[in-house]
């Protein structure tokens, strides 16, 4: 990446997720760029990673030749397993999601509102994933932080008042971490933790539709 | 009472039946009952309803039954890696009820648990709320969901004994205890049937009562997303 | 026990429960007298007995010098395993007991009536057991079986019109077996399936408040 | 992180306060926490309510917590061989929240699992159904019952690695598990320690996420009623 060049990529991005670790949590990462926050816990923090499927302690992907189709994660890439791994089913799984035991879920969006509101599952009439876990898990999980590039393809801000597309679950986001910075989701309306590399606060406002306090 | 027959038809005859409601275990490829699914595509059987996780993909796993139309209804949190699935439901073809995938493994394992309805926060403020009732407790708002009791279970486990006591391995467990429960009759697929006595009970995953019907197959055990990393890079 | 003495013991009376049992049943026994249901499952007949403390498959009392205290019944007494036994948690095992997995429960009863409601966990003011697993039971088993005696010790019947304890299932219960013989619950009243040894009809009916029927 | 405590006493430190609500594994006095029971009873704390299935006997489990009157009031389903209990149930000394045996152990599943409230038939037309809330479900009668969230979890297994992970043994499992996921905080005890990776992940009853702290400990095991054969009766 070209020295001065603005905003962060997908691995900066991942790497400022994983700021978000403490020592000792458990925390489940979604598909796309939450799973390379993986790649950039911080030395000396110790975090077991939840796969909805149901695992916990999920290791790396498995070196080539050693794939077992018995072991995959949410987002159906094989993994290994670590000497803690512990495996069970699926209403165990979310019984603990639900349950509010694991601490933290760093999740991809489509949109993120001021209010804390969060769509990634679906574009009516044109794009259908379902919304798999991501419902469970904003609903259950002590702190949702979600990893998201700020503008689409066009130069939409992603960040709204108002989300446009069908919700993931209401008033859930605790954080927004995007191309272009660190948002909070406040009582009335966003704060600014921090701006991506060579952003402005100008900028970070420029890109953002929804409102930003102080 | 012998639960072992001999193939996946026979495990499955006189259970099926146009427009029944079945359960199917797996996660993406992972676990599946791919021998029972096939059985029923040679069945021909018709206008199902199938809660599962996802569909499996374009020619493998739940998937042949969506091609052949015998599916009318799945009961899914995911279809991102099938085509023809979206497709079906993009057409108004195939009529889709998503579930939120741990209220889709709950509303399995309260259907075999004798509970009708839970109440959960997921998906409160969602579409996945409409018209499904409302609940305060402590202050914080809740959806009734619904127990599935379905007409036939199916699933896959790694082994299993000839009481119907099955283990199954690391993450290909996923769905398969809480939809064998939800099925008036379940039908197991294992890799292998081992004697009576060789598996550990205190390590049994799934009782035996749980399990009417098991066969012992062969399994492709595809592969959906193969990544990994190289030696090198260690 | 003498011959020609009326009715059935104890015994008889469980050995009489133990014809309820078909070949391949998931059954639960209650405590006491359907406990002893273990001895007399006639031969060719395979059940599997359930113990709500969580087993399937529960052995005989283990020899002298073998027990095991992390190997009890719901009666707290040391028991075996046998070779299809498995283990589960309480709240998995209550689940097969009310998702309706187990065929049938053979139990005791302080009263019952010609509705098929069923009294056995306490006498206000007087004796407190709890009802344990038992209403669980009724309320979620294929076929409920009572096994009691058909008079208190002063004589009185205790095969009722009305219940006057605190019930532990209403409407439950499908098949009464007393000393005196076997009675079946209908909608319009008990039905007499058979008189126990040297017991007369008339006898049964004269001990019986409850309305018998045809 | 460190989730393995010296004793006890240092496992229970900071979480013990009168008034607090606990939920205790067991039935009879099979894999009771009879090492952080006798923490409680050395610590003093008062005006508890336990969610356990019994209550002990007279001088071992939670009977010894009973005799010191430091229980307010017991959630349980069987109080039938403790004479204590039952006394100072019917003298009103103490309160009891009778729970059938099922229920008992769905509500501690379902407080773990995020759900406040379930639907059951158990109770139905019984005084355990006055006051609840009654809900048809396909022309059936059910009850609402609710979760419970304990501000402590007291539970027993066979072995655990450092991670918490735990592994139980025949029925000394029972309310266990349940138990240990309704407590904001759960701490167990355990007979041995392993290393990590020594327990079959595989095999694992309880995942280490449920487990805030541990010790490891002699135990009693007592036997409330030994039932025995002859040899040569066989």
Known sequence: MAEGQKGWDRNQMAARAALELRDGMYVNLGIGIPTLVANYIPAGVNVTLQSENG?????PFPFEGEEDPDLINAGKQTITELP????????????????????????????????????????????VKGMGGAMDLVAGVGRVVVVMDHTSKHGESKVLKHCTLPLTGKGVVD???????????????????????????????AATEATIVD | MNKVFPTAQ?????VLFDGMTIAAGGFGLCGIPELLIEAIFD????????????????GFGLGILLATRQVKKMISSYVGENAEFMRQYLSGELELEFNPQGTLAERLRAGGAGIPGFYTRTGVGTVIAEGKEHKEF???????????????????????????????????RNF???????????????EEIVPMGALDPDKIHLPGIYVHRMIQGEHEKRIENRTTRKKEAV
């Not at chain 1, 695992?55 to 290791?59: F, I, T």
């Not at chain 1, 969006?109 to 209010?115: H, I, K, L, T």
């Not at chain 2, 398969?176 to 294992?190: D, L, Q, R, S, Y």
């Open chain 1, 55 to 59: 695992m916990l302690g999920m290791g």
């Open chain 1, 84 to 127: 803690q791994t512990a495996y069970f089913d699926s209403a165990q799984s979310f019984a603990m999601i639900r349950g509010g035991k694991i601490a933290m879920a760093i999740l991809g969006a489509m949109e993120v509102n001021q209010e804390g509101d969060l769509a990634n599952w679906m574009i009516p009439g044109k794009l």
């Open chain 1, 175 to 205: 954080r927004i971490i995007t191309n272009l910075g660190v948002l909070d989701v406040g009582h009335k309306g966003l704060h600014i933790v921090e701006c991506a590399d060579f952003v402005t606060e100008a900028e970070l406002r």
């Open chain 2, 10 to 14: 026979a495990a499955l005859e006189g």
């Open chain 2, 43 to 58: 069945a021909g059987t018709r206008n199902l309803t199938i809660a599962s996780n996802n569909a499996g993909v374009d």
């Open chain 2, 138 to 172: 402590d202050g914080k708002t809740y959806i009734l969901e619904r127990g599935i009791v379905a007409d036939l279970s199916i699933v896959k486990a790694w082994r299993g004994d000839p009481s119907g006591n099955l283990e199954f391995r690391k993450t290909a």
């Open chain 2, 176 to 190: 398969n205890p809480p939809a064998a429960t939800a099925g008036k009759i379940c039908v197991a697929e294992v």
